[in-house]
């Protein structure tokens, strides 16, 4: 096939055009696998069924590599005029005027996206017609440079037990390059103000409980050989990797949820499922039991308990 050619695929309701299927966008090396665009496009129609409840309605920030990993990539919030109509966009307010977001609500978007070299997709926290609400908080382990998994292990260990104690559910997701994000479902009822500082006070308990190995130090230099738990993505316009998305990294590794017991799995890393093996995973329903979210009240009193004892 030709780098000129055009395939037309039928998804959904929908017919996308995918562009040079052959194009090599991760380039193969001594540890990865080579995947072209063709490959993209293939893995996100697998994982359509798994990822797109994690997308439905919030507003997305785009990672495009137009040539491939290797090339500069950009970040792109506006959606482009020539997208189709059917592609649903939310405006979004900011400080001197609008965003238009793309909203990846069904499978033939999600193609579209991979046929524009979209390798991730950065999700907004909370949803279309409810922005100030977030329905997901997230906790990003970000383990010190030179550091081994064990230590984002150890720290995922240590947050999941907090948690169970603010009986709040909690799911695990590699974030296909370093470390985990331990994800907690909300109801959508409290503020972003409100979710991100119950998120800090939650992370400021656990480094007081384990302050040699844990920070909450923004910069670099402060942390020292201490895992970062990062709460930051939980800030207003802030993005997180959705589950499934693929990572612009060497073998095309895949941000994956997993379940608590897949923690103890000794081969278990940051990047251990690619566009490969992603859906594999998937099939098996990792956070099936996750429920729904809940309110932040309770766990709130909770939490101000711990602290104050």
């Known amino acids: 096939m030709s780098g000129g050619d055009v395939r037309k695929l039928r998804v959904g309701r929908h017919t996308v055009e995918v562009h040079r299927t052959d194009k090599v966008l991760f380039p193969g090396g001594k540890d990865a ?7 993209l496009v293939a893995y996100y129609r697998s ?16 990672e495009r590599h137009p040539d491939g990993i290797d090339g500069p990539r950009f970040m792109q919030k506006n959606t482009p005029e020539h997208y189709p109509r059917w592609v649903k966009r939310v405006e979004v307010a900011k400080e001197d005027g609008t965003v238009r977001h793309t909203v990846c609500d069904d499978s ?14 950065h999700r907004w926290l909370s949803r279309a017609g409810r922005i100030d ?3 997901v908080m997230i906790f990003d382990l970000d383990p010190a440079d030179g550091s081994g998994f064990d230590a984002v292990r150890e720290a995922a260990g240590w947050l999941g037990e907090l948690l169970d104690e603010l009986r709040l559910p909690s799911a695990l997701m590699t974030t296909g390059s370093r470390g985990l994000h331990v994800v907690v479902p909300l109801d959508g009822h409290q503020d972003v103000d409100e979710v991100r500082g119950f998120a800090r006070d939650a992370a400021d308990l656990l480094v007081d409980r384990h302050p040699g190995r844990l920070t909450t130090a923004a910069r670099k230099k402060d942390r020292g050989d201490r895992l970062y738990l990062d709460v930051q993505r939980n800030a207003y316009a802030q993005t997180a990797v959705a589950p499934f998305t693929v990572r612009a990294l060497p073998g095309a590794p895949v941000a994956t949820p997993i379940t608590w017991e897949q923690l103890h799995d000794p081969e278990l890393g940051p990047r251990r499922w690619t566009i ?9 329903g990792p956070w099936s039991g996750l429920g729904r979210g809940r309110a932040l009240g309770p766990a ?10």
């Open 33 to 39: 696998k080579e995947y072209t665009k063709g490959d």
């Open 47 to 62: 994982v359509a069924a798994f990822m797109l409840p994690h997308l439905r309605g919030r507003p997305l920030m785009l």
């Open 108 to 121: 033939a978007t999600l193609v579209l996206l991979a046929d524009q070299a979209c390798l991730t997709l």
């Open 133 to 135: 609400r977030p329905d």
């Open 276 to 284: 490969a093996d992603a859906a594999e995973q998937g099939r098996t």
């Open 300 to 309: 709130r009193r909770r939490l101000d308990a711990l602290r104050g004892a």
